[in-house]
């Protein structure tokens, strides 16, 4: 079992920067998938990007070369860092886990991007 708290939302102009945590509530040193998910309004949630324990990553079309995905296994962390911000990035950010086949969701931290 596992408890996810996300962090580093905020307002941001086009073209900016933000960078989002993921605090786990324990080790993630042998958690083999971590994720990040985003909502828009009216639009379901969609994959942004994973991570796995060897370092593999995959990330969505519309955030490649933008976004970029890493844990850090010493602190119990998964970043999300944004570059190049655009407003349809506008959307609730969700880190995301799989162990023994249950799925964990963090709260959610808010992003938008408007000038």
């Known amino acids: 079992q596992v408890q996810l708290v996300e962090s580093g939302g905020g307002l941001v102009q086009p073209g900016g920067s933000l960078r989002l945590s993921c605090v786990a509530s324990r080790s993630i040193f042998d958690i083999y998938y971590m994720g990040w998910y985003r909502q828009a309004p009216g639009k379901q949630r969609e994959l942004v990007a994973t991570?796995?324990?060897?370092?593999?990553?995959n990330y969505a079309d519309s955030v490649k070369g933008r976004f970029t995905i890493s844990r850090d296994n010493a602190k119990n962390t998964m970043y999300l860092q944004m570059n190049s911000l655009k407003p349809e990035d506008t959307a609730v950010y969700y880190c995301?886990?799989?162990?023994?086949?249950?799925?964990?969701w963090g709260q959610g931290t808010q992003v938008t991007v408007s000038s």
């Open positions: 991570i796995n324990n060897g370092d593999r990553t």
């Open positions: 995301n886990t799989k162990i023994s086949s249950r799925t964990y």
